[in-house]
């Protein structure tokens, strides 16, 4: 079935730092990528997300990249700050229709030291 | 402009019990789907609700249903609980074929 691996499971930066997430994905017709933050016993909330017909997507410190070919998008993170520190998850939409089931990394939990 | 909302918060069950889990989508959204968050993991999809249909579903066992309401709320149900049942149950709302989903706060479940 379909399958989305992320890594590191945990990343530990200095505050300033910056902080790199990778996750790759197994169904081709993916073309939805979402990620999502999650602080300590609170919900999942959207932080960016890009769609397949885009290389690259930015919102100020934060920025998406998305190989199509190599079935891989990453998450970039500049200036850390400590307000950061969570637990990112990567998303996978199932197949090409909008609105469908989303396939979603392990994690991965940042740290940011002041 | 509520959000998703869920109940309850919390809720201890022993094994062999049901559950019912609420969740009221964003308003204007229609579409809501339930994922089960176990500790440190990911979000698994259970499955869609649309028009008051199931449209798509996860790798779950039958023991887990759903129902959708004309008001677009929804309910998922899980008969005959089992340990490995203990997690975060979110319900995520959209509008129809949209991509963005919004996640309610979820409910933590307990099986003892």
């Known amino acids: 079935g379909e399958n989305v691996e992320q890594h590191p499971s945990t990343l530990s930066v200095q505050e300033g730092d910056s902080a790199v997430i990778k996750c790759t994905y197994s169904?081709?017709?993916?073309?939805?990528f979402p990620w999502y933050k999650q602080e300590l016993g609170k919900r999942p909330q959207l932080i960016i997300d890009?769609?397949?017909?885009?290389g690259e997507k930015k919102d100020q410190r934060i920025a998406v990249t998305l190989n199509k070919t190599a079935k891989h998008f990453s998450l970039h993170i500049t200036e850390t700050q400590p307000e950061d520190s969570a637990v990112y998850f990567c998303?996978?939409?199932?197949?090409?229709?909008?609105?469908?089931?989303?396939?979603f990394g392990k994690g991965t939990t940042l740290s940011v030291s002041s | 402009d509520a959000g998703v909302t869920q109940s309850p918060t919390h809720l201890i069950k022993t094994r062999g019990q049901q559950v019912t889990l609420r969740c009221s989508p964003k308003?204007?959204?229609?579409?809501v789907s339930w994922y089960q968050q176990a500790l440190g993991q990911g979000p698994q999809f259970i499955f869609q609700?649309?028009?008051?249909?199931?449209?798509q579903r996860g790798n779950f066992p039958d023991r887990f249903s759903g129902h959708q309401f004309p008001n677009y709320s929804s309910e998922l149900n899980v008969n005959a609980l089992l340990l490995g049942d203990s997690a975060l149950y979110l319900c995520?709302?959209?509008?129809?074929?949209?991509?963005?989903?919004?996640f309610g706060p979820g409910t933590r479940l307990t099986v003892l």
């Open positions: 995520a709302s959209s509008l129809p074929y949209e991509y963005e989903q919004f």
């Open positions: 169904d081709s017709a993916s073309n939805y």
């Open positions: 890009i769609r397949s017909n885009v």
């Open positions: 998303a996978a939409q199932r197949g090409s229709q909008a609105g469908t089931a989303l396939i």
């Open positions: 308003s204007g959204h229609d579409t």
């Open positions: 609700y649309y028009e008051e249909e199931e449209r």
